[in-house]
């Protein structure tokens, strides 16, 4: 780590702590404003400054071990406030456990409540300042790490990319195709100038050659980088067995075999379930909203799923009835606007749906059509975060690539590509599938909760402009 990463880092810690402390601050005094529910504790500004210090202090922990003092300027900034609302969340559920035990620990709930959201928001707000601040700095030429490129005959995409953009802390001070002259020129420029990093990105360098490169890296105290070949980029889903007396390695398709299903289908239970609970005065006024706009069923139902599973799938209604699929009428009005496909690919997209309703159109744009899908993923047919769920017809015109999406993990009613396609509309179908493949094949807790903030944060400050 260079040196300027350490001091934000030392920063980073500092700056947390007093926007903790801060907002837990503001909670106390706040409390008193909120004239409708009688105080009903006894303590002093300083008595409670020193209670909360040890939780401050907690907090922090739980940010080192989530990785959050990681401070290079490459992180993304979404990801990073769904990573500190994950953290002061876990802290807040410590609180409230303890709270359950013994209810003399803290003086009020919601002091509680109202620290969590401030302190997510402060926290959020400096981090956002630090990380502008920090690309700044780079884009002036400060810390950024002197990066030599040992490069095979065609540059690779992201030797392009680290040349073109400042923010991911690179500065390539030489590049050339591996050779002992090459080896010899690398020290000289150490020696005159230290070179923090090297990057091999020649995926076809013979294996005696790379273990050069890397003994020499060592010596010199060089981080060494290398852009892996196609099997290597699978090391990391991994497991050994034996068969036959024999060690064998086998490549896992998705980090989600094992305990990984185990994990994603209790937090889709618990999430679901509390959806539905708390959104259930909404979803009756919503099927009171749609069947007086137009008549005709509340919830649209259709095969949905894949050709190896499929289940009838259900959603607010936001067609006129007797057009939907099914009927002569509705048929011989999709397949003309099929032929109007607004999008390449196998999954038909329509703009300006003729057969929308009033407050199907709203729905749509809302995407409030699709809150029954929570009680598909409560039932288990579905996933919380997962690949679009497709028209069963659509899915026999898939590439046999593209099965890959439903053997290993359920359809989604959020996903990397549902967010992608939210702020670009007309996302092709191969970029959907790339990413969806990408889910898959890099599934962690964390991916799923920040794929779930991200998607609220979404509904809470945009909407999709075409309402299909």
């Known amino acids: 780590m260079k040196r300027s990463e350490l001091i934000f880092n030392m920063v980073t810690v500092a700056v947390d702590l007093a926007m903790i ?18 105080v009903l504790f006894a303590l002093t500004f300083q008595q409670y400054f020193g209670l909360i210090l040890l939780p401050a202090f907690l907090l922090l922990i739980i940010f080192a ?15 990073e406030i769904g990573r500190v609302a994950t ?53 002036d030429g400060f810390g950024r790490h ?16 680290i040349k073109a953009d400042s923010r991911l802390g690179y500065k ?11 080896l010899r020129r690398i020290e000289e420029m150490h020696k005159a100038e230290r070179v923090d990093e090297l990057l ?15 003994e020499f890296c060592e010596n010199l105290g060089i981080k060494f980088n290398y852009l892996p070949s196609i099997l290597e980029t699978h090391r990391t889903k991994i497991e050994t067995d034996v068969i036959g007396g024999v060690p064998v390695i086998r490549l896992k398709a998705t980090p989600l075999d094992g305990w990984g299903k185990v994990l994603k289908r209790l937090l889709d239970v618990l999430i679901s379930a509390l959806a539905l609970f708390f959104l259930s005065p909404f979803l009756v006024l919503f099927a009171f909203l749609v069947k007086l706009d137009s008549p005709g069923p509340v919830f649209f139902h259709q095969k949905r799923g894949s050709s190896f599973y499929s289940f009838e799938f259900y959603k607010f209604r936001t067609m006129q009835h007797n057009l939907s699929e099914g009927s002569a009428e509705g048929d011989r009005v999709r397949a003309r606007l099929e032929r109007e496909n607004a999008r390449r690919g196998p999954y038909v997209k329509i703009k300006n749906d003729p057969r929308v309703t009033k407050f199907g159109r709203f729905l749509r744009k809302t995407k409030l059509d699709e ?22 017809k659509e899915v026999e015109h898939f590439e046999s690539s593209h099965k890959k999406l439903f053997n290993a993990v359920k359809p989604g009613a ?3 590509a549902q967010i992608n396609q939210y702020y670009n509309p007309e996302l092709s179908f191969d970029e959907e599938v790339r990413l969806d493949l990408f889910y898959i094949e890099n599934w962690s807790v964390w991916l799923d909760l920040y794929i779930i903030f991200k998607t609220i944060a979404m509904f809470l400050t945009k909407r999709s402009g075409d309402g299909y």
Do not use: C
């Open 21 to 38: 402390l801060i907002a837990g601050s503001l909670a106390y005094f706040l409390r008193y404003r909120v004239e409708t529910i009688p």
């Open 65 to 79: 071990v989530i990785g959050l003092y990681n401070q290079r300027s490459t992180r993304s900034f979404t990801v």
């Open 87 to 139: 953290a002061v969340s876990a802290g807040l559920m410590l609180v409230v456990l303890l709270f359950f035990f013994d209810r003399s620990l803290f003086p009020s709930r919601l002091i509680i409540l109202m620290s969590w959201v401030l302190v997510i928001a402060l926290v959020s707000l400096a981090r956002g300042i630090l990380l502008l601040v920090q690309r700044r700095m780079m884009a």
């Open 146 to 161: 002197r990066l030599v490129v040992v490069k095979g005959k065609n540059v690779p995409e992201l030797v392009r990319d």
């Open 172 to 182: 390539v001070v030489f590049e050339a195709e591996f050779s002992g002259e090459l």
């Open 200 to 214: 091999q990105a020649d995926t076809r360098l013979p294996a005696d050659d790379v273990l050069r490169l890397i």
């Open 371 to 392: 809150l029954p899908q929570l009680w598909h993923v409560l039932e288990g047919k579905m996933s919380l975060v997962g690949p679009r769920i497709h028209m069963v």
């Open 414 to 416: 959020t996903g990397l």
